[in-house]
């Protein structure tokens, strides 16, 4: 299916935001890094004004970087209950996120869906996509 076109909601954890930033430093050649990081700059500038295509999402909630005292809960859930499966803090991040998110919604019946690629994130899902953007392992 595509997102996109169904015109469903988007949500980008804050931190997948560095994650994108650090995909475009490692592209080799440099005038394409360059058109990428402007690119990169603009789209998330303008959803931060006006969120329309994605919606930049805190930690976990709905301030960004204002309550340490969920980052450090955060932390602690990477530490408990992701680290050991190879999970990192970023994975660990869009996964509660993704939960939270489905459970402020559960009234509506929404469905969340993690879009990835990647197989161990797309596992974590709230919700199995019967169509999904790739398959979870």
């Known amino acids: 299916s595509n997102a996109i076109e169904k015109q469903h909601s988007l949500f980008v954890p804050f931190p997948v935001v560095f994650e994108v930033a650090n995909h475009i430093a490692h592209v080799k050649e440099g005038d394409a890094r360059k058109t990428l990081a402007q690119r990169f700059v603009e789209d998330v500038n303008s959803n931060i004004e006006s969120p329309a295509f994605f919606t930049i999402t805190a930690l976990v909630g709905d301030k960004i970087l204002h309550d340490l005292d969920k980052l450090f809960a955060l932390c602690e859930k990477y530490r408990d209950e992701f680290v050991h499966r190879g999970i990192g803090l970023t994975d660990t991040t869009i996964i509660t ?28 899902e709230p919700d199995r996509e019967p169509d999904g953007y790739v398959k979870s392992v």
């Open 97 to 124: 996120e993704a939960q939270r998110l489905k459970d402020k919604h559960r009234s509506h019946g929404y469905r969340v869906h993690i879009w990835t690629l990647d197989g161990a994130l797309k596992a974590h």
